[in-house]
């Protein structure tokens, strides 16, 4: 029978002798990573970087008189986050909430903010062959404003939305702030 200790010396031993696999796509030039959502029929990616956590929806407090987007405010560790429902705010349509319904959460000068999004993927990776000139698909309403470009993969045209311009739109730093 083995002692403790030579468990804990097998253990040692392996986890040291354990190479990591390699990542899914390496940070090269040309390769790009998101975080893909969908909001309304569209499927979107925002930038790794322009998103710093994936939430679900805490309970809020309405803010009277705020903009009808502007869901509420909630404390996220002991951060006061303004709420906001990223598809009334871009289409004109509320946003059916659900259990389980995600947010994403993104810096803006000042602070916080979070976006509730329709539905979730995850991580994705992009590569410029992927790149395509279908971001036009992407224009309707205040929509077209926020995506310049599109990728293919997947099956889906994926719009790059992006989260840096947003949170730079005065309407929606003037309600968010």
Same mark, same amino acid.
């Given at each position: ?29 040309? #390769? ?33 008189? &705020?903009?009808?987007? +502007? %869901? ?13 429902? *990223? ?8 946003? %059916?909430? #659900? /259990?389980?319904?995600?947010? +994403? ?12 999004? /329709? ?6 990776? *992009?590569? /410029?062959?992927? +790149? ?5 698909? *992407? ?5 077209? #404003? *926020?995506? &310049?470009?599109?990728? &293919?993969? +997947? ?23």
């Amino acid at each position: 029978m083995t002692s403790i200790f030579g468990k804990l010396q097998d253990y040692q031993r392996r986890s040291i002798a354990h190479v990591a696999a390699a990542p899914e796509v390496s940070e090269e030039p040309g #390769h790009w990573r998101a975080i893909a959502y969908r909001l309304g029929p569209y499927p979107l990616v925002s930038a790794f970087e322009q998103v710093i956590e994936i939430t679900g929806v805490p309970p809020m407090t309405p803010v009277p008189r &705020s903009e009808p987007w +502007l %869901l509420g405010v909630a404390n996220s560790r002991g951060n006061l986050l303004p709420i906001v429902d *990223f598809k009334l705010f871009i289409f004109g349509e509320r946003t %059916l909430m #659900h /259990d389980g319904q995600r947010m +994403l959460v993104v810096q803006q000068p000042g602070g916080m903010v979070a976006v509730v999004v /329709d539905e979730l993927f995850g991580q994705r990776f *992009f590569n /410029d062959a992927q +790149l395509v000139d279908e971001a036009q698909a *992407f224009a309707e309403g205040r929509l077209g #404003h *926020f995506v &310049s470009k599109a990728y &293919s993969a +997947l099956g889906k045209t994926w719009g790059v939305f992006d989260m840096d311009l947003l949170t730079r739109t005065p309407e929606f730093r003037q309600a968010a702030a």
